[in-house]
């Protein structure tokens, strides 16, 4: 693939709920290696958009190609399966394990929890789980069990579950909802980081954390692109300024 090959192009999507478009015509795209934070006020459509992509919802019309393939009729199993990895907002870890054996798990999904717990894992998958705990920042909380875990703690556990999968694609939606402040910098650090080798779509309210992170933002209103660009030119944009930013005061 070419550096500069788009990762994703979506075309005139249209997503009816029973008449009503959650989605409409919407047109987006994005090169490898690009960090995109999505914003836009409850309703836009943000989460219908990474439903769509990772096989969730059908869309009525429109394409969706990743990595130039085309996703539609593909299962969620399929589309996981292709490089795409989705975050939701509550953490799914598990509680019981430690953070390396979750870590573990997320690097062998075909080892059931009973191998994970029992066998021994081999040099390589040790070196992989460590090369994880050192990114997400965890190592001295390897050995304790993820329910001792912060809540920003438990998200950066999940990202680095995620990762361990190697998507070329990461979805993220809202990961500092509930969030401390020092949290929310440690989650958006890890974001950073990852990005220098991932592409990454970032669905977000928390503007504070929007600035951290983002290079290039865009506004979803009412199921469409309302506008794209810096965080500063948005921020500047009349428009989003009404439908957005004006909303929140
Ligand atoms: P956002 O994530 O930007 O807040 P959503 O994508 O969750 O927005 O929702 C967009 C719109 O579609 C909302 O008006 C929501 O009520 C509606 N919607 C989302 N999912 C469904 C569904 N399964 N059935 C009916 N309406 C839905
Ligand atoms: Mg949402």
Known sequence: MLANEPILAIENLTVSFDGFKALNQLTFGMAAGELRVIIGPNGAGKTTFLDVITGK?????GSVRFQGRDLRQRSEHAIARLGIG???QTPRVYLNLTVRENLDLACN??????????GRPSSGDKRHVVGLLETIGLEAKAD???NLLS????QRLEIGMLVAQS??????????????DEETENVGALLLALA???SIIVIEHDMEFVRQIARQVTVLHQGSVLCEGTMDEVQNDPRVIEVYLGSEQ
């Open 86 to 88: 989705r975050k939701f």
């Open 144 to 146: 304790l069990s993820a």
């Open 57 to 61: 919802v059908q869309p009525q019309t």
């Open 109 to 118: 999904p075909r080892k059931n929890v009973f191998a994970t717990l029992f």
């Open 196 to 198: 220098e080798s991932h």
């Open 167 to 180: 998507p070329d694609l990461l979805l993220v939606d809202e990961p500092v909802a509930g969030l401390t």
């Open 151 to 154: 809540h920003g703690e438990k």
